[in-house]
């Protein structure tokens, strides 16, 4: 049942598509905290279970491995045909289809458990995506979530990037990294989900900052887009700056940049 992305979300979907298939790359990157959420929420053979913002479906692959059905949803057409021509390649039976995490195309009680692996921290509207979580998840079905920490060092790459960017509107949009507060998800989720929470680091370990830059503004849609929209001179201040965060990580052997994260779990009531 394909749904349609959000007037408002367009721009978004955009931007996050143009990552394409190398996307894949930067779900790589930090694959130990993927594994460690789908761990957590423990899929089980037959279980029905929704990847939101799936991008290029490398956590439904990890939850298509135990035996669930699996269903991956994102607002992302580009990152939707290469998490299916990657699923379809390893012999992995997944359903992708376009949707919005602000208005899932699924009924009441859909699915035995959600999960959203730095997905839905970056919807626009917060609310509206929370309630859509937990209406498609059946009574006593699971949540499971992994954000981004507030002031963490992919919070910090942002505000490297946020200088580049234009001056957001009045009021300012909601942080997503706010889903990686435990008092936020609280409020968003704890009315439907008794929650329980666990912090981990996955570190991005690469060449040098050059690496990193040339990973992120390849795959990730909003390093990409933002220095697509530069001119020359800023693009090139951009790369260095961005270069320049990844070399506060260097070791003997390249850069290793720990990224803290938030994994919350939660039983449907």
């Known amino acids: 049942m394909p749904g349609t992305v959000e007037a408002h979300n367009q721009r978004p979907a955009a931007v996050w598509s143009t990552g394409g298939d190398a996307y894949d790359e930067i779900s790589g990157q930090i694959a130990s905290a993927l594994e460690h959420c789908v761990r957590r929420i423990d899929p089980r053979p037959g279980e029905r279970v929704l990847d939101v913002a799936t991008g290029t479906g490398w956590t439904s692959r990890l939850l298509a491995r135990s035996g ?54 970056f919807a626009s509207r917060p609310e509206a995506a929370a309630g859509e979580l937990a209406r498609v998840c059946r009574k006593g079905g699971r949540i499971g979530l992994a954000t981004w920490l507030p002031e963490g060092n992919v919070y910090r790459m942002f505000v490297v990037m946020r200088s580049y960017m234009p001056p957001p509107p009045t009021p300012a949009p909601p942080s997503p990294f706010a889903w990686g507060s435990r008092d936020r998800v609280q409020e968003l989720l704890g009315g439907a989900f008794d929650l329980k929470f666990e912090q981990g680091v996955t570190t991005y370990y690469d060449r040098d900052g050059a690496a990193a830059w040339q990973a992120f503004s390849t795959g990730y849609g909003p390093t990409k887009s933002l220095a697509a929209s530069l001119d020359e001179t800023r693009r090139a201040q951009l790369q260095r700056d961005f270069i320049a965060f990844h070399e506060g990580f260097a070791t003997e052997l390249g850069i290793a940049t720990p990224r803290e994260y938030l994994v919350t779990l939660g039983r449907r009531r």
Do not use: H, N, Q, W
């Open 68 to 121: 669930a059905a699996v269903t991956g949803v994102d607002i992302a057409s580009d990152l939707l045909a290469a998490a299916s021509a990657r699923a379809k390649a390893r012999g992995l039976e997944i359903s992708y289809e376009l949707g919005d995490a602000e208005k899932l195309p699924y009924a009441d009680g859909s699915f035995d458990a959600v999960v959203s692996t730095f997905g839905v921290m």
